[in-house]
Nanobody
C-alpha cells in the first residue's frame, strides 16, 4: 500500500513558476514508476510527465509541457517533484501524483494549480 500526498500548488501569474511535491509513504517507493497527471473540469485526466523507478532514464513529458516542466525523484526521501516554469493559463488544473508497480496503481488527492493574472 502506498499513500501519496501532493503539495506546492497555488495561484501564480503567467510566466511564473511553481514546484509541486509528492510525498509517498509505504514500502518499496523506489520500485514504482511515478507520474504527474492533471485534470480540468469536464475533461479527461491527462499525463504530464512520468519517470522510471530508478530515475536513471530521462523522464517522459507531454508535448504541451516539454521545455517548461521538469520531473525528478528522490528515492531517499520517497518524493517526486514537478518543477513548472513559464506557466501558462492553460496549465491551470488539478495536478495528481500516481504511483504504479505492475497492476498496483495509487493516486494522490491532487493539488490545485491556477495560472492567472
Amino acid at each position: 500500500q502506498v499513500q501519496l500526498v501532493e503539495s506546492g500548488g497555488g495561484l501564480v501569474q503567467p510566466g511564473g513558476s511553481l514546484r509541486l511535491s509528492c510525498a509517498a509513504s509505504g514500502s518499496s517507493f523506489s520500485g514504482y514508476t511515478m507520474a504527474w497527471y492533471r485534470q480540468v473540469p469536464g475533461k479527461q485526466r491527462e499525463l504530464v510527465a512520468s519517470i522510471t523507478p530508478g530515475g536513471s532514464s530521462s523522464p517522459n513529458y507531454a508535448d504541451s509541457v516539454k521545455g517548461r516542466f521538469t520531473m525528478s525523484r528522490d528515492n531517499a526521501k520517497n518524493t517526486v517533484y514537478l518543477q513548472m516554469n513559464s506557466l501558462k493559463p492553460e496549465d491551470t488544473a488539478v495536478y495528481y501524483c500516481k504511483a504504479q508497480f505492475l497492476s498496483r496503481v495509487y493516486w494522490g488527492r491532487g493539488t490545485q494549480v491556477t495560472v492567472s493574472s
